[in-house]
């Protein structure tokens, strides 16, 4: 059954509304007419069966049915450099798509992309929005603002009962992810993925000196995009086999 978002503030009690862009897609692209049931979910980890009762130009309302709750028990936080053009769109709607709760975007030393407009945000968001409800998730990947390496270390260093995990090109290649990620305690993991140019060699070191764990992705060097979804999808496949 089709997966909509609704914003939170537009469940109330045993109604929902769809305003703009969103009730134009259920209503003209996805053809849903009074009367036919859909999933909608709030990106809370909320979801609900629901039934189109009234339908205008810009806005659908209709009853809740049902309603669910579910939210991921691991979390997977993406520290990731950007990439130029659309390769970061396109990174963030795979990402969602496999599971990454959080993408914090950093700039180092090596950035060829030091900054992220408030539409370039909003873009992203909207991409993640539309990604997350493709795939069925309650939650939403979250896109934050952009961080300074070092302000990102030390907010992964802050949270409790995490992993903190840097992608480096020139770790021992037998130093694998799936190696490192054995304590079935851990709440999250939050993984940092470098420019292109790689992280330099004080970073690493001021990631060490906060006890971060160092592994590597193989004997090729990866496109920030690349290296992005691979580490990802190994981080959620090891974490799944711990439970």
Not at 136 to 143: A, F, K, Q
Not at 166 to 186: D, I, M, Q
Not at 205 to 221: C, D, P, Q, R
Request: overall charge positive; charged content about 30%.
């Amino acid at each position: 059954m089709a997966h909509f978002y609704v914003c939170p503030e537009d469940v109330s009690g045993k109604r929902f509304k769809i305003y703009g862009e969103y009730a134009h897609y259920v209503g003209n692209v996805r053809r849903f007419k009074t009367g036919d049931e859909i999933m909608l979910f709030d990106g809370r980890g909320n979801s609900y069966r629901a039934r189109v009762s009234n339908m205008l130009k810009n806005e659908i309302s209709g009853d809740i049915l049902e309603a669910f709750f579910k939210m991921p028990e691991f979390r997977l936080c993406l520290f990731c450099a950007l990439a130029k053009g659309t390769r970061f769109e396109w990174l963030v709607e795979k990402c969602a798509e496999i599971g990454v709760c959080c993408i914090i975007p950093i700039s180092t030393r090596r950035s060829g992309v030091e900054t992220l407009s408030q539409n370039k945000l909003k873009r992203l968001k909207k991409i993640s929005i539309s990604a997350s409800s493709q795939c069925g998730r309650n939650d939403i990947l979250e896109i934050c603002d952009i961080q300074d390496f070092r302000e990102s270390c030390l907010n992964a260093f802050k949270a409790l009962h995490f992993e903190n995990v840097l992608l480096w090109e020139s770790e021992e290649k037998n130093k694998t992810l799936r190696s490192l990620l054995e304590n079935k305690n851990k709440k999250g993991v939050n993984a940092f993925i470098g420019p292109e140019g790689g992280f330099e060699s004080d970073e690493v070191e001021l990631a060490k000196s906060l006890n971060f764990k160092t592994a590597s992705l193989g004997k090729n060097i990866l496109r920030i995009e690349t290296a992005a979804i691979c580490a990802s999808a190994l981080i959620l496949d090891a974490m799944s086999s711990c439970e």
